[in-house]
């Protein structure tokens, strides 16, 4: 609905020139132009509120969106951690031994490549 507007103004506003353009022909340009200018202002005025409206209303959703989006991926990433935590819990003592044995093996892995690097 609110996107016909654009092509209304764009009409409204080349009618207002061509309000100018006929009656500078005839000699009566200021009482016509003055006519043209007021309907012009009011058109003007009324679409510019409805594009207003529009951008609020377009702003507002997709705030909705990005918060939605937000509250999923959280909610996403608590049922993986519950799921790894379901699988894991009958082998949670050998699961966590080999978290830090890996650990430590990519802590010495990297301090053994800078100190050659280094050299």
């Known amino acids: 609905m609110p996107l016909p507007l654009i092509p209304i103004a764009l009409v409204g506003a080349t009618g207002v020139i061509g309000y100018f353009i006929l009656d500078s022909q005839t000699g009566k340009l200021e009482q016509i132009a003055e006519d043209a200018l007021e309907d012009g202002q009011e058109f003007l005025e009324m679409t510019i509120a409805e594009l207003e409206s529009i951008v609020g209303n377009l702003g507002a ?27 894991v819990a009958e082998r949670r003592v050998p699961a966590v031994a ?9 802590i010495t892995a990297v301090t053994i490549y800078n100190r050659v690097k280094k050299a």
């Open 61 to 87: 959703s997709l705030l909705e969106v990005l918060e939605g989006a937000g509250v999923a991926v959280l909610k996403g990433v608590q049922n993986t951690w519950e799921y790894v935590a379901d699988q």
């Open 98 to 106: 080999v978290a830090w044995a890996m650990l430590i093996y990519a």
